[in-house]
């Protein structure tokens, strides 16, 4: 099983720009399929982004397209999320989640990083 950590959260004003790391140890990044999620309070987790386990297939969310990109660096065990444009709606915690194998299951969650922007 991996083990997912992620960094990077703060707070930002609205416009600004924000990159979250997803560090993965105990396993190869490269057997997972990779995801970014958000949860913001009161409403359920959503998902925003994945990526193959090349890095050259990704998926978005059609809420964050264009504005967000996910990439990953399987050398170093980490995948990233960069967040431009963002919105006071774009407040939530952020996960990053591990899909072995790409079977169409994220089973593998980090604790997430909490991403506020202000207006």
């Known amino acids: 099983q991996v083990q997912l950590v992620e960094s990077g959260g703060g707070l930002v004003q609205a416009g600004g720009s924000l990159r979250l790391s997803c560090a993965a140890s105990g396993r190869t990044l490269s057997d997972y399929v990779m995801g970014w999620f958000r949860q913001a309070p009161g409403k359920e987790r959503e998902f925003l982004a994945s990526i193959g386990w090349t890095g050259t297939t990704t998926h978005y969310d059609p809420s964050v397209k264009g504005r967000f990109t996910i990439s990953r660096d399987n050398a170093k065990s980490t995948v990233y999320l960069q967040m431009n444009s963002l919105k006071p709606d774009d407040t939530a915690d952020y996960y990053c989640?591990?899909?072995?194998?790409?079977?169409?299951?994220?089973?593998?969650w980090g604790q997430g990083t909490q991403v506020t922007v202000s207006s």
């Open positions: 989640a591990a899909d072995y194998g790409g079977r169409g299951t994220f089973d593998n």
